[in-house]
């Protein structure tokens, strides 16, 4: 039962994430993309078979953790906390910007394009 939870959780989690990246303005998808981390790092956490009582070191006892899971899982959420950084301060230069928060560009109003107002040469 607790197997069939994690998993629906898992899916759930990164159903949505890709649902909010397909979005059409940039706070989904920031969101999107964090919901997918969480379903990455639970996905990961479970393919690690964590054990709760048993010591990190090999030997010291008949079942010892593995601790490859934890520290991939570490490192995916100081990638994530950087990428969503990156990504938040990118969307609200793009806001700043255009004036609008759609990420596809074709929303972009009239009064912010660039308009060439070079003069034409005189004959």
């Known amino acids: 039962m607790t197997n069939l939870a994690i998993s ?3 899916g759930v989690l990164t159903g949505a994430g890709v649902y909010l990246v397909l979005r059409a303005q940039t706070f989904p998808v920031v969101l999107g ?3 997918m981390s969480y379903g990455v790092n ?3 956490f479970t393919m690690g078979r964590l054990h ?3 010591p990190a070191v090999v030997g010291a ?3 010892s ?3 490859l899971p934890q520290a991939l899982v570490l490192t995916a959420i100081v990638i994530a906390f950087a990428m ?3 990504v938040i301060v990118l969307a609200l230069k793009a806001r700043a910007a255009l004036g609008n928060d759609h990420v596809d560009g074709t929303h972009i109003p009239e009064a912010n394009r660039v308009i060439d107002r ?3 040469p005189r004959a």
Do not use: V
Request: glycine fraction near 0%; proline fraction near 0%.
């Open 33 to 35: 993309l964090t919901l």
């Open 8 to 10: 629906l959780l898992i």
């Open 52 to 54: 709760t009582a048993a």
């Open 118 to 120: 070079r003069e034409e």
């Open 42 to 44: 639970l996905f990961l």
């Open 84 to 86: 969503t950084a990156f």
């Open 65 to 67: 953790a593995d601790a």
């Open 61 to 63: 006892a008949e079942q």
